[in-house]
């Protein structure tokens, strides 16, 4: 089993974007009880959806990809090598679903390494090598094993309710409250300013740990290269990918491994994914390493 190496700079980055994000929400909370909010039932009401979200994000994913759970006698090659980088990395083995699309990319769900799955699309399979498809898994397996999606829908909730009281609080945010001007008015700003600001820092936190689990692919293969290969020949053949098959996808790309976007890229501060040549600079980086 490998030993797991922490990468301090990135570590540190991270838990700069958390505080950040916590202090945003400890002051949306004061405001909301400052303010003396008697619709908080729709705190409960979130917090109920995404806990639905949590338990059972794994079927939700899944199905709206049109992604197929697959036995090993299936595919053998596929599931031998999730058995081995499971062994590598002492985790417990995810289940494997295959998606039939063009678009070539992976995802990972579930809510923790004891209840996950692992998803590649059949154009990645035709497209990349062992090696890369070992990579690409590996990269999967590191999401898993650091608990991203938990950590995400956790990070996910007060921005959520902080977007659902902006856009719904003139039709039903006021409840018997609507004589109170200075609520009328400010609550929806101040939902409004921590959608944002955490909108901004959730982005943030995602391509970090994007980079963790880039890293992670590389221990445990020990070839950062095979990864920087497989994001190269994949973001060169997205572009190849008919623009109709990528808008399909396109509400899922916060869980591939490279984001299926048509037409122009996003800037960099409102994806969540850094770009790839952020991404090879690292793997190249940790190549030299490993190699000295």
Not at 5 to 14: A, F, N
Not at 28 to 52: D, M, N, P, T, Y
Not at 131 to 157: C, G, P, Q, W, Y
Not at 189 to 217: K, N, P, Q, T
């Amino acid at each position: 089993m490998i030993r797991w190496p922490r990468d301090w700079g990135l570590q540190v980055r991270m838990i700069v974007t958390v505080l950040l994000l916590a202090i945003v929400y400890v002051l949306f909370i004061a405001v909301l009880i400052s303010l003396g909010i008697e619709s908080l039932l729709l705190l409960a009401i979130v917090a109920v959806i995404l806990i639905v979200q949590y338990f059972f994000s794994d079927r939700m994913v899944l199905a709206s990809m049109g992604a197929r759970i697959v036995e090993e006698a299936e595919e053998p090659q596929l599931h031998q090598t999730l058995t081995r980088l499971c062994a590598i990395t002492g985790m417990p083995q995810p289940k494997l679903a295959i998606v039939d699309s063009t678009v070539p990319n992976a995802f990972a769900t579930g809510r923790s390494p004891g209840a996950s799955v692992v998803a590649v699309t059949s154009g990645l399979v035709r497209m990349l090598d062992q090696e890369e498809l070992e990579a690409v898994i590996a990269h999967e397996l590191s999401h898993v094993k650091n608990r991203d999606v938990m950590v995400i829908t956790l990070a996910s909730f007060l921005s959520t309710v902080a977007f659902v009281i902006f856009r719904n609080w003139f039709l039903f945010g006021g409840g018997g409250r609507r004589d109170d001007k200075s609520l009328w008015i400010l609550l929806p700003i101040v939902a409004a300013v921590v959608w944002a600001a955490s909108y901004l820092l959730i982005r943030a936190l995602s391509r970090y740990r994007e980079f963790s689990a880039d890293r992670g692919s590389a221990l445990i293969t020990g070839h950062p290269s095979h990864l920087a290969s497989a994001l190269t020949k994949i973001s060169g053949l997205m572009e190849r990918v008919p623009t109709k098959d990528l808008r399909e996808v396109e509400g899922m790309n916060a869980f591939f491994i490279i984001p299926a976007i048509s037409g122009s890229s996003v800037f960099d501060l409102f994806s969540t994914h850094p770009s790839v040549e952020a991404r090879l600079a690292a793997l190249g980086k940790m190549e030299q390493e490993l190699e000295g």
